[in-house]
């Protein structure tokens, strides 16, 4: 059984609107705003010496087409059901994703 989700990204057109349909409709809580920015900066410290290459924010249109296909009304009774966690900070998010998915 499922007892915690590690990481979650979600592409989104629009925050408020994204904002509003998973704190209204889902009825998650926001514990923390993180700004493309502070993702960057995140990333930096992690990576510590490793080259990053360049960071480019432009929109993807595989994931907003992606993304246009996800459903618009849902409930949030099995997401409450399964205790999920939210991370203390997404430091450890991108530790955990460059440790599964990058070449030591």
């Known amino acids: 059984m499922l007892k ?8 989104v ?9 998973y ?6 809580e926001l514990r923390d ?3 493309v920015a502070e993702m960057i900066a995140s990333l930096k410290r992690v990576a510590g010496n490793r080259h990053l290459g360049e960071i480019r ?4 249109p595989f994931i907003e087409r992606i993304v ?3 459903p618009v009304a849902s409930t949030s009774t099995r997401a ?7 991370d203390e900070s997404l430091d450890p998010i991108v530790r955990g994703y460059i ?3 990058l070449p030591a």
């Open 57 to 60: 924010v432009e929109p993807d």
């Open 33 to 35: 705003d993180v700004t």
């Open 23 to 28: 704190t209204e409709k889902l009825g998650m």
């Open 68 to 70: 246009a296909g996800w």
């Open 4 to 11: 915690q989700l590690t990481n979650v990204t979600v592409w």
């Open 13 to 21: 057109h629009d925050q408020d609107e994204a904002l509003a349909f």
């Open 80 to 86: 409450r059901a399964l205790g999920l966690a939210a």
């Open 99 to 101: 440790e599964d998915f």
